[in-house]
């Protein structure tokens, strides 16, 4: 099974500034098959990102994934309010498809 | 666009079946351009993949939960289902279905509403 490691934990920031989401897998993620996840209160996770670096229909260009094999990023440039948010990665490229543990991002 | 609804039981008895069923509109469960799953979130375990089904039944199962559950497909009503026998207190969680399409490389991009399954007696 891999296990996906999201730091940090959580983040405290101001609408307007950038940041960047870690997600560091325990072993290669093929295919780049690692997505990113959205999820407010009482919803269910959105689809942000697949493949990487590929987003979702809908999605604004804010929103950015990088990287491949075991290390990926999420970055989000000038935060608007409703970005603020918990933020999963998931692999998907060896069952079981396992989640991150989530980095919460909370209006400073 | 595809839309997911789940329905089924908010309560159930410890050592017994939890039975969940998703109603699959705005597309055919047979088109084969999906994945049809299941995922669960709570707040000890964080997101858990359940398993998946294809539409020629051929399935992937979480091995945590293999020995108990069963995703089916009803290609007549349209709708997948979960079942997770011998359920403990550690089965309460909020149960989604969702589907992985072939669109998105197979990334998971539709997700039911959730619901809230609580074992309990």
């Known amino acids: 099974e891999i296990v996906l490691t999201q730091s940090p934990g959580t983040l405290s920031l101001s609408p307007g500034e950038g940041v960047t989401l870690s997600c560091r897998a325990s072993q290669s993620v093929i295919s780049n098959y690692l997505a990113w996840f959205q999820q407010k209160p009482g919803q269910a996770p959105r689809l942000l990102i697949y493949t990487a670096s590929s987003r979702a229909t809908g999605i604004p260009d804010r929103f950015s994934g990088s990287g491949s094999g075991t290390d990926f990023t999420l970055a989000i440039s000038r935060l608007e309010p409703e970005d603020f948010a918990v933020y999963y990665c998931q692999q998907y490229s060896s069952p079981p498809y396992t989640f991150g543990q989530g980095t919460k991002l909370e209006i400073k | 666009q595809v839309q997911l609804q789940e329905s089924g039981p908010g309560l159930v008895k410890p050592s017994q079946t939890l039975s969940l069923t998703c109603a699959v509109s705005?597309?055919?469960?047979?088109?084969?351009?999906?994945?049809w799953t299941w995922i669960r979130q709570s707040a000890g375990k964080g997101l858990e993949w359940i398993g998946r089904?294809?539409?020629?039944?051929?399935?992937n199962y979480n091995p945590s939960l293999k020995s108990r559950v069963n995703i089916s497909v009803d290609t007549s009503k349209n709708q997948f289902s979960l079942k997770l026998g011998s359920v403990t207190a550690a089965d309460s969680a909020v149960y989604y279905c969702?589907?992985?399409?072939?669109?998105?490389?197979?990334?998971?991009?539709?997700w039911g509403q959730g619901t809230t399954v609580t074992v309990s007696s």
């Open positions: 969702a589907s992985q399409s072939h669109r998105y490389r197979w990334g998971t991009d539709v």
């Open positions: 705005g597309g055919s469960i047979t088109s084969g351009s999906s994945y």
């Open positions: 089904i294809y539409t020629n039944g051929n399935t």
